[in-house]
């Protein structure tokens, strides 16, 4: 019943009449705007496969950071980890997370000379890069700084206790690397500072000339 | 590979004649299929609907794949069911009824009642979802597979036969409750 009521209704519907225009100048007036617009075949790449492109890329790259952040110097992925931190150093202006980063992977590399020399590189472009930017900061961020510095060096010396002699003079050249830069890092406290270089200078000679002797 | 696919892979190349070709072959079921949805209030609205459609058509082309089992009269169905939905989300809709009768030369003895039983039909399918309107207008009048259906509503087939039985029901009650 309803069906064929359906089927009346489809009668009068296929009888609809055409405009005058659309059934003589229909094509015409389509064919001038569609010189508007692009023709298909430069658009051959759909929009679909093109997201799905910069999706796949996307993917690829955050998962290239991850797997990077757990690479060691000399490996094939720790440039792209050292970037990646120097581009976070940049943009939030904080360093000492970089620094204590740097100086973990010196510690960690000590005993490997290749390695080292990536590491050491890497830490005295990170200390240069954080001087630098101390310079436009103010008496609190120069301190936060030289704080950072200072617990490095503790972790050097303390890492050189466990070492061998050829890792213990890789690490103490770090170690003046580091104890100068934080002297670098000018600000009102730094006389104070340079006076507790000296001091700690003058310990470490007599315990050197100390060991010398019992060398000896 | 049949006459159409032939004038849609030209098409794509950006033959502009294909089109033309293909245009002729649609554009009559394109306009009635505008014109039933959007009645007689809107003069130019069909036209203009139309003729919008096939333009996004060839904007879109390359996106139409046969090898992905498209229909290309799904696909021209889709964008004009689109459009419709955005014009009059745009002009607030016009409910069927307002659908004003083409004047046919149907006999008088039976004409009366097939209109007077149109009209109602029509009161009826203006009362449906807009979804459920366009199955029907889609499965009966323009005579698509369900298949086909199914893709111009973007939805899967096996649901375009449940809801088919569903509205045809509705359609009865609807058409029995105005009595």
């Known amino acids: 019943m309803i069906e064929e009521q ?9 009888k609809t009449e055409m405009p005058h225009y659309l059934q003589n100048y229909g094509w015409q007036n389509l064919e001038s705007r569609l010189a508007e ?28 950071l991850a797997i990077s952040q757990k690479s060691k110097p ?30 973990q992977e010196v510690i960690d590399t000590s005993g490997n000379g290749e390695s080292f020399e990536e590491a050491s590189k890497e830490y005295q472009k990170t200390l240069d890069e954080a001087k630098e930017k101390a310079k436009d900061e ?20 303390n890492a050189q206790k466990e070492e061998n002699q050829k890792s213990k003079n890789r690490l103490n050249d770090i170690l ?29 000679k007599d315990n050197n000339s100390g060991n010398h002797n019992e060398d000896d | 590979m049949d006459n159409l696919s032939q004038l849609i892979t030209k098409a794509k190349e950006g033959n502009k004649d294909a089109f033309g070709q293909i245009y002729n072959l649609f554009y009559k079921r394109i306009f009635r299929y505008c014109k039933f949805n959007l009645g007689n209030s809107r003069a130019n609205d069909p036209q203009d609907i139309c003729q919008e459609t096939f333009l996004r ?34 002009k607030k809709e016009v409910p069927l009824l307002e659908y004003q009768e083409i004047e046919d030369d149907t006999d008088l003895d039976e004409g009366i009642d097939k209109k007077n039983e149109n009209q109602k039909l029509k009161a009826a399918l203006g009362k449906l ?23 111009t509503i973007g939805t899967k087939e096996g649901a375009i036969r449940v809801r088919i039985h569903r509205i045809l ?11």
């Open chain 1, 176 to 204: 003046e690397r580091t104890r100068r830069t934080r002297g670098e890092v000018k600000g009102s406290k730094n006389e104070r500072r340079e006076k507790d270089n000296q001091r700690h200078d003058d310990d470490e």
């Open chain 2, 169 to 179: 029901k509705n359609l009865k009650e609807i058409i029995e409750r105005a009595k």
């Open chain 2, 57 to 90: 058509a060839w904007k879109s082309l390359s996106n139409f794949s046969e090898k992905k089992g498209g229909s290309f009269q799904a696909y021209l169905f889709r964008i004009a069911r689109n459009l419709i939905i955005d014009n009059s989300r745009k």
């Open chain 1, 37 to 64: 617009v692009k023709s298909p075949q430069f658009s051959f790449f759909p929009k679909r496969a093109f997201a799905f492109a910069v999706l796949s890329v996307i993917i690829l790259l955050i998962s290239t």
């Open chain 1, 74 to 103: 000399g490996q094939t992925l720790y440039p792209v980890k050292v970037l990646s931190d120097q581009v976070y150093s940049q943009v939030t202006g904080n360093y000492e997370a970089t620094i204590e980063k740097r100086a």
């Open chain 1, 138 to 157: 103010n008496e609190e961020k120069k301190e936060e700084l030289r704080k950072k510095l200072e617990q490095q060096e503790k972790r050097f010396e």
């Open chain 2, 129 to 151: 979802k807009e979804k459920d309107r366009q199955i029907i207008i889609l499965r009966y009048f323009e005579e698509m597979t369900t298949a086909e259906v199914a893709k």
């Open chain 1, 6 to 14: 359906l089927n009346n209704l489809k009668k009068e519907y296929l």
